[in-house]
């Protein structure tokens, strides 16, 4: 059975893997709802033909079960594409960002599912993240494009945390792998009447950059996270995953050249000052 100790480490396994997903938005040239659709189509695929490998049950206990699933893949279909579409119009540094403002609303959110007491320590982690994530924010011209990405990456941030929340009230009973399985189906099946290039039309190097991000980038990451769910509060693994915006912001830089200020990097290391305080908190409590 899977510690917190162990919880966190799958945690971080999967928030790193996550830092380059951003990428694909800029690499793959797609709109932002084909990406999704495709994305989740293949790691669909790859979760089911892991579990089926495993002899690991793919149907759910309950009848209800099924619809909380499609009302999580729903919510988990909605967040992929605002946040492709947030880095296609902000650039994948400012996207990233302005998504994890998610974990300052779940701080505030998960009271209110858990009937829980706010505490002192995570209102500090969640303000000093805040304040990371603002210094963060290349110094770039804010046009028209800009402004809406980085509006779309708050809404994006919001669905996530909402999807967080919800699953781990109603939905923690089930693996991760199982989880992302109805996730990912919901999330292609809603959006697939929308796409705007046919898969024949696809070119072949797109192709391998989907199979690459539905597989390595989306199955494996979301599996982990989902699991650490399970064992942890939806406001640390929030605050965990805050390292993300910072391997994503580095990863654009080296592969990208997207550029990176001096108030970018304090921000990275408020950021990362915050994620190791709440997991040494969540450590030192489990011993």
């Not at 650490?228 to 990863?251: D, E, H, K, N």
Request: with cysteine; proline share 3%.
């Amino acid at each position: 059975m899977q510690t917190n100790h162990s919880a966190l480490l799958t945690l971080h396994l999967s928030v790193i893997v996550f830092g380059g997903t951003a990428l694909f938005s800029k690499l793959i040239a797609l709109s932002a709802l084909d990406i999704t659709v495709y994305r989740t189509g293949i790691a669909f695929a790859v979760l089911l033909f892991i579990l089926t490998l495993q002899s690991k049950p793919r149907l759910l206990k309950r009848k209800k079960d099924y619809l909380t699933a499609i009302m999580l893949g729903s919510i988990v279909g909605l967040h992929w594409v605002t946040y492709f579409a947030s880095m296609q119009m902000a650039g994948v540094a400012v996207g990233i960002i302005a998504f994890f403002t998610y974990p300052v609303m779940t701080v505030f959110l998960e009271p209110l599912f858990t009937r829980t007491r706010l505490k002192i320590r995570d209102l500090f982690s969640a303000f000093l993240v805040l304040f990371g994530i603002y210094l963060l924010v290349p110094e770039a011209s804010l046009g028209n494009q800009v402004t809406l990405g980085i509006l779309t990456g708050i809404g994006s941030g919001a669905l996530f945390a909402t999807r967080n929340l919800l699953q781990k009230k109603y939905f923690s009973q089930y693996s991760g792998p199982q989880t992302m399985l109805y996730q990912t189906l919901v999330a292609c099946l809603m959006l697939v009447c929308f796409v705007d290039t046919p898969l024949t039309e696809v070119p072949e190097r797109d192709l391998w950059l989907l199979l690459l991000a539905g597989s390595v980038f989306t199955a494996l990451p979301h599996a982990l996270f989902a699991s650490s769910l399970r064992y942890l509060s939806a406001t640390t693994v929030g605050l965990i995953s805050c390292l993300q915006p910072l391997y994503g912001t580095l990863l654009a830089f080296i592969l990208l050249q997207e550029d990176i200020s001096f108030t970018t990097l304090i921000g990275g290391i408020l950021v990362v000052s915050a994620a190791c305080f709440e997991t040494w908190s969540i450590t030192r409590k489990s011993k």
